[in-house]
Every structure is written in structure tokens, then in C-alpha cells.
């Protein structure tokens, strides 16, 4: 038995197709464009993070005065460590904001 071919459905399903690539491309762009900025705990050192993850400057704000290489390299890594969480968390809040419409599909 052949089906017939619903030409409406198949029509919202492009243009729903077409709305979520809209919507993908411009949470790209959003992701590049947003800044986030860190610090270590310690104040020492500061990271700027676009919310895709890009790591755009790391900046030794404090004082170097008897501070040691251990010290400031456990200070970046903490900093870079948590403009990595603080990207991630832009991500999901820029994506919850921006699919809000669209439900992830469940297994059939």
C-alpha cells in the first residue's frame, strides 16, 4: 500500500528545520561575541573567556612580590579552570535561552 505524502507536514518540517539552523547559527555567534572574566582565588590572576570556550587574555593582576613559580602557576590554573566552568555555564544558560522552544526528542 503506497502512503501519501502530507505536503503540509512536510512543509512545517522545513521551516522548522530552517528556524532551528537560524537559531543555531546565531547561538554561534552569540558564544563568540560573549565575555566572561575570572579571577584566581587569590587575586593574582585574571582570565577572559568567550562563552565558547576561547580563552582570550590572561592577565597577572597582583602582586609578583615573593611569589613563587608554584604559586603563580597554581593561580592561572585555578583562573583557567574556572573560565572553563564560567564558559560552560554561559553555554547552557545562552542554549536554555535560546532553544527554549524546542524540546530535545525522546527515544522512539
Not at 22 to 34: I, S, V
Not at 76 to 85: G, L, N, R, Y
Amino acid at each position: 500500500m503506497a502512503r501519501e505524502i502530507d505536503e503540509a507536514w512536510v512543509e512545517e518540517a522545513i521551516a522548522r528545520y530552517r528556524r532551528i539552523e537560524q537559531l543555531q547559527a546565531e547561538f554561534d555567534a552569540r558564544l563568540a561575541k560573549t565575555e566572561v572574566t575570572v579571577h584566581s582565588p587569590d587575586q593574582l590572576v585574571e582570565v577572559q573567556v568567550c562563552a565558547d570556550g576561547t580563552i582570550r587574555k590572561v592577565t597577572v593582576v597582583g602582586s609578583l612580590n615573593d611569589c613563587t613559580n608554584v604559586e603563580l602557576s597554581r593561580s592561572i590554573d585555578a583562573a583557567v579552570s574556572a573560565a572553563a566552568e564560567a564558559a560552560e555555564w554561559a553555554r547552557r544558560t545562552m542554549y536554555a535561552e535560546t532553544f527554549a522552544g524546542y524540546a530535545p526528542l525522546g527515544r522512539f
